[in-house]
T-cell receptor, first 112, second 115 residues
Framework: GENVGLHLPTLSVQEGDNSIINCAYSNSASDYFIWYKQESGKGPQFIIDIRSNMDKRQGQRVTVLLNKTVKHLSLQIAATQPGDSAVYFCAEMSGSARQLTFGSGTQLTVLP | DGGITQSPKYLFRKEGQNVTLSCEQNLNHDAMYWYRQDPGQGLRLIYYSQIVNDFQKGDIAEGYSVSREKKESFPLTVTSAQKNPTAFYLC??????????????FGPGTRLTVL
């Protein structure tokens, strides 16, 4: 399953399928990007990060892709599990203050 | 265990009252942050502090105040001037280095409801 842009905030996928969550970031000067997972009523949890000098980074079951030309970031989750159901936020960092700017999030629902 | 703690988890206050939310970290992080999250939305930065006794306004500082008297503590006061204070409040902290590519670690949040 895949969503495109921030206009589709909900993504439903079958258990075992791969998920792709997309994010369009705003600042071409951003040099560091993070994906967070937030379960209901809890604080965001770090998933994976990537610096602007890279275009791909892999973790355990997750991959982040960065396309600076079109200011696009994606999170791929392999073999999606019920425990992956949550809201996923991308965040970009820029400037000497190292502030994070968050996207509006995508709700991922894993169907049995 | 190292981490960030926020208290209380749920807070109820009457309209017109000031309320202070606690945030403590034992990660020896330099920077601390306060965010507000409304239902179905992302996080918006209220205040942040990179060093003790210094802090800066974020995008939505009006109606809020903070202090940073100790490195490990960054309390947030929601004043009566905040027009719509009911929200989920998240505290975060991070290391600062030059250059800094360090993620922010989040606490469990405080849900404030103003009656």
């Amino acid at each position: 399953g895949e969503n495109v842009g921030l206009h589709l905030p909900t993504l439903s996928v079958q258990e075992g399928d791969n998920s792709i969550i997309n994010c369009a970031y705003s600042n071409s000067a951003s040099d560091y990007f993070i994906w967070y997972k937030q379960e209901s009523g809890k604080g965001p949890q770090f998933i994976i990060d990537i610096r602007s000098n890279m275009d791909k980074r892999q973790g355990q079951r997750v991959t982040v892709l960065l396309n600076k030309t079109v200011k696009h970031l994606s999170l791929q989750i392999a073999a999606t599990q019920p425990g992956d159901s949550a809201v996923y936020f991308c965040a970009e960092m820029s400037g000497s203050a190292r502030q994070l700017t968050f996207g509006s999030g995508t709700q991922l629902t894993v169907l049995p | 265990d190292g981490g960030i703690t926020q208290s209380p988890k749920y807070l109820f206050r009457k309209e017109g009252q000031n309320v202070t939310l606690s945030c403590e970290q034992n990660l020896n992080h330099d920077a601390m942050y306060w965010y507000r999250q409304d239902p179905g939305q992302g996080l918006r930065l209220i205040y942040y502090s990179q060093i003790v006794n210094d802090f800066q306004k974020g995008d939505i500082a009006e109606g809020y105040s903070v202090s940073r008297e100790k490195k490990e503590s960054f309390p947030l006061t929601v004043t009566s001037a905040q027009k719509n204070p009911t929200a989920f409040y998240l505290c975060a902290s991070s290391l600062l280095a030059d250059p800094s590519y360090n993620e922010q670690f989040f606490g469990p949040g405080t849900r404030l409801t103003v009656l």
